[in-house]
């Protein structure tokens, strides 16, 4: 097949770990992987941010990175872009008459809306990822919600006139019924993990002779490290280890950076506590392996990428119970989940595992083969291709 995949703020090719890089990043980049290693032909539209990217980037065998033309070619935020979501999709819709796709999968809403407009001139069948919703954004947030006013109804609209939603856990499901998207629109088929680059074997970072527990995340309020500090020193002889942000040298100038070290120091855990910037995608794994466990402790959560790199390199969770955790992280097998912003619940848990050798070990076994045998990115693109084939009626080939 020939798959147009829309992702319009968050470009495969990005650096992750900025305000808008994240999960969709690296959902997008490894999705388009696994399906051109099965044959497919793909082209991944996003939006020129740089005046010096190419028109075209050639993304491994059979993928090509387009840069589209919509609005200043400079960085905008994601929720500044909607005007041009308009643009996006007039000049996709031209791309098509050559790229000629079977099916166009958008990832986040505002891509389902450039990706409905240029299939109305063009016939092609849509399929929708939203990876973020609206109304768990606003829930949350509040009058910190930055997200264009009409978001939602938005959602709610692309739901009912796409081919095919593809939620990415139940959580999200649940919340697409309530806002009036019909459940038999829907398939269920999560993201994946890299388990080539993320499994057990392999080097770890140095380790400090404390048990380290790992938290990984763009240093955002809702990752819950706050509360990680807050419960530390109940959590006596380890440190904590988080991984994300902006790079290293940036850490001293970056205001919550600094607001999360004057916290540690507050709660006079600040020689357990490490804050490591950015680190270079190559390196995750080795940091996923020097930890005792991870700690993925969100307000909320779409999906939640990190707990499945954590289990593929063999390293129990404890989680909060939001979002896509529980549908990844099987409570008392693959780790623990606790409720979000439960501070004596996730510390018992914290000191639990990490007294509990055995636990671990147990955990970190069970980890490793739910991440291989459910979510690795070659049995998530077949399960994505079968939905491709139902909307542009294909045959769909067994394996």
Not at 78 to 92: R, S
Not at 119 to 129: D, E, I, K, L
Not at 199 to 222: H, Y
Not at 337 to 365: E, H, I, S
Request: charged content about 20%; glycine content about 8%.
């Amino acid at each position: 097949m020939r798959i147009a995949m829309i992702s319009e703020h968050a470009s495969p090719l990005a650096s992750l770990g900025g305000v808008d890089a994240g999960g969709q990043n690296t959902h997008v980049a490894e999705l388009a992987a696994a399906l051109a290693a099965d044959g497919h032909e793909l082209r991944v539209y996003t939006r020129q941010d740089n005046p010096d990217l190419p028109a075209v980037v050639p993304m491994g065998d059979r993928i090509d990175v387009v840069h589209v033309p919509a609005g200043p070619p400079s960085i905008l935020p994601k929720d500044e872009l909607l005007p041009h979501m308009g643009a996006f999709a007039e000049w996709m819709a031209e791309d098509w008459k050559d790229f000629a796709p079977d099916v166009a999968h958008a990832h986040f809403w505002m891509s389902g809306l450039a990706a409905v407009t240029a299939a109305r001139r063009s016939g092609v069948p849509v399929v929708q990822t939203y990876h973020a919703l609206g109304s768990v954004k606003q829930r949350h947030q509040g009058a910190a919600d930055t997200s264009p006013a009409h978001r939602i109804g938005y959602e709610r609209q692309l739901g009912r006139v796409v081919d095919r939603v593809v939620v990415q856990c139940q959580d999200e499901q649940r919340e697409l019924v309530l806002l009036g998207v019909p459940r038999a629109r829907m398939t269920l088929v999560p993201s994946g993990v890299n388990v080539d680059r993320f499994r057990k074997d392999g080097p770890a970072a140095e380790r400090s002779g404390r048990q380290r527990i790992l938290s990984v995340g763009r240093l955002v309020p809702r990752k819950g490290f706050e509360e990680l500090i807050n419960v530390l020193p109940d959590v006596p002889g380890a440190e904590l280890v988080i991984a994300g942000g902006p790079d290293a040298a940036e850490l001293a100038t970056d205001a919550y950076a600094q607001w999360l070290l004057q916290l540690a120091k507050e709660r006079g855990v600040d020689d357990r506590v490490r804050l490591l910037g950015a680190v270079p995608a190559h390196r995750m794994p080795e940091w996923y392996r020097s930890a005792d466990l991870l700690a993925a402790t969100p307000w909320y959560e779409p999906f939640g990428l990190t707990p499945l790199e954590a289990m593929a390199c063999g390293v129990p969770v404890v989680a909060t119970a939001v979002g896509g955790l529980p549908d990844t992280v099987v409570d008392g097998v693959t780790g623990d989940l606790v409720p979000p912003r439960d501070p004596v619940g996730l510390g018992q848990a914290l000191r639990r595992l990490l007294a509990d050798q055995p636990r671990r070990l147990g955990y970190a076994a069970a980890a490793v083969d739910r991440a291989v045998h459910a979510y690795a990115w070659p049995q998530i693109a077949a399960r994505m291709s079968a939905v491709y084939a139902s909307v542009a009626s294909i045959p769909a080939v067994v394996a």
